[in-house]
């Protein structure tokens, strides 16, 4: 097409060369100057017609097609001038409409389109006008901004440098080069810091490669994900969440980040969140290994819901029998009812409860396979048909041990007769 109208135009233009006052000479260059783009000749040869023969209306048209043109390229400055390139791509397809062979404005668009990150329609643009044109510096330039906000930071730096070699003083694509060179460099530093185990040299480094561009999004959400990594390597969870959160603002299919969300969320034992997470992460990717995750993670959340037995006896997970049993000694003496005889009623039945989950959580653990089902997430209940778990009844589980043993004397138990619990 660009060839069509460039044929054309050298034809109507040797019309008008050979009788100047070939009014459909005119008419035929300003159409294809309006075609290609080149609105300033055209208004020139419309002018010159126009003084030939100054009450012809042939050119009606074609004016308004210039100043339709003049109108959206006015608008598409001021756009780019506020970095709103929606609306830059607005006006170059306003234009395109009247300028179907220009390929200045198809590129105009096409780096617009490159800052929305709708990297693979500024490509096509650009490769469309590099197929008509090899040596086109302006598609070269835009066939290298979208791999720069792809994150292919080499391959950009290989097209900014071979338009840099046809035209020096291209002075966008002299920015674009030092950002890219510059976000590789403290990219890489940062990389090899923090392989070196110098993790907060390496989360300085990612700060300031943050701070190169803000609109590469794509890089930056990684950026953001290495610091969320340097931050989970000094178990600083919260600002491990934060950072993955800034990465899929930018990316919301980013799922490194989402997996390494998850996994500061259940440090965090937010197990709600994590789960989420997850199952995000599922949905995108539906491998065994992030199933598993998934599953495991609703299973943290279970075990969440549920009493702690090993923290309502102060104990850790690898407790021993015997741990148990000091541990139930020593927390059963301190809420046993009859040591609150005299408190009031809200705190009288405060030290009942936790007097119950005492004995509860040691009738469990004490229990091998009880404790075995306890520890892998299995509900108690799934072991009596439904019918809830009963252990002996605290106080009587209270009076197997020496009470001189534990260092204080009880008169009773301090239970109303009707006194039990169960596992909720």
Same mark, same amino acid.
């Given at each position: 097409?660009? %060839?069509? @109208?460039?044929?054309a ?7 008008? &060369? ?6 459909k000479?005119? %008419?035929?260059?300003?159409? =294809? =100057? ?30 308004? +097609? ?16 506020k ?7 607005? /006006?170059?397809?306003? /234009?395109?409409?009247?300028? =179907?062979? =220009?390929?200045?404005?198809r590129?105009?668009?096409? &780096?617009?389109? *490159?800052?929305?990150?709708? @990297? ?17 510096i302006? *598609? ?11 994150? +292919?930071?080499d ?11 046809l ?5 966008k ?50 950026? @953001? /994900? ?41 440090e965090?034992? +937010?197990?709600e969140?994590a789960?989420?997470?997850? &199952? ?43 741990d ?8 059963a ?49 799934? &072991? ?11 106080? +009587? ?11 204080f004397? @009880? ?10 619990f169960?596992?909720?």
């Amino acid at each position: 097409m660009l %060839s069509d @109208f460039t044929g054309a135009l050298a034809d109507a233009r040797k019309t008008v &060369e050979m009788d100047p006052t070939y009014m459909k000479g005119y %008419s035929r260059i300003a159409k =294809c =100057c309006i075609n290609l783009g080149d609105i300033a000749t055209a208004e020139n040869f419309i002018q010159r017609a126009l003084e030939i023969e100054p009450d012809n209306q042939s050119f009606n048209p074609e004016k308004s +097609n210039i100043e339709t043109v003049k109108y959206h390229l006015a608008e598409a400055q001021r756009a780019l001038e506020k970095e709103d390139y929606r609306k830059v791509v607005y /006006c170059m397809d306003r /234009c395109i409409a009247v300028s =179907c062979a =220009c390929s200045h404005f198809r590129l105009l668009k096409a &780096e617009s389109l *490159a800052f929305l990150g709708r @990297f693979q329609e500024g490509e096509e643009l650009a490769n469309n006008v590099l197929a008509k044109d090899k040596s086109s510096i302006e *598609a070269i330039y835009v066939r290298g901004l979208c791999l720069y906000f792809q994150d +292919n930071l080499d391959k950009a730096l290989t097209y900014f440098q071979t338009v840099l070699r046809l035209a020096p003083d291209f002075e966008k694509a002299k920015v674009a080069y030092k950002k890219a060179k510059l976000t590789r460099q403290l990219k890489d530093e940062g990389n090899q810091l923090y392989n070196s185990g110098k993790l907060v040299e390496a989360a300085e480094k990612y700060t300031s490669a943050l701070e190169v561009d803000a609109l590469n999004c794509v890089t930056n959400s990684k950026l @953001f /994900c290495n610091r969320a990594a340097v931050s989970a390597k000094l178990n600083q969870f919260q600002e491990v969440i934060d950072d993955c959160n800034r990465a899929l603002k930018l990316d919301p299919q980013y799922q490194k980040a989402l997996l390494r969300r998850a996994i500061a969320y259940s440090e965090l034992k +937010n197990y709600e969140e994590a789960v989420k997470d997850y &199952e995000a992460l599922y949905k995108m990717n539906r491998s065994r290994e992030n199933k598993k995750m998934w599953n495991d993670a609703k299973l943290e959340l279970k075990k969440s819901k549920r009493k702690d037995y090993y923290k309502i006896l102060g104990l850790s997970k690898n407790a021993s029998d015997d741990d148990i049993k000091k541990a139930y000694k020593k927390k059963a003496l301190e809420h046993h009812p009859d040591r609150h005889a005299n408190t009031s009623d809200v705190e009288k039945k405060e030290h009942e409860r936790l007097f119950k989950d005492v004995g509860e959580a040691y009738a469990v653990l004490m229990d091998a396979k009880k404790r075995g089902r306890y520890d892998n997430g299995h509900d108690l209940d799934d &072991e009596f048909d439904g019918h809830g778990f009963n252990p002996m009844d605290a106080a +009587n589980l209270f009076s197997q041990f020496d009470g001189n043993d534990m260092g204080f004397n @009880f008169q009773s138990h301090g239970f109303p007769s009707n006194f039990s619990f169960h596992f909720g």
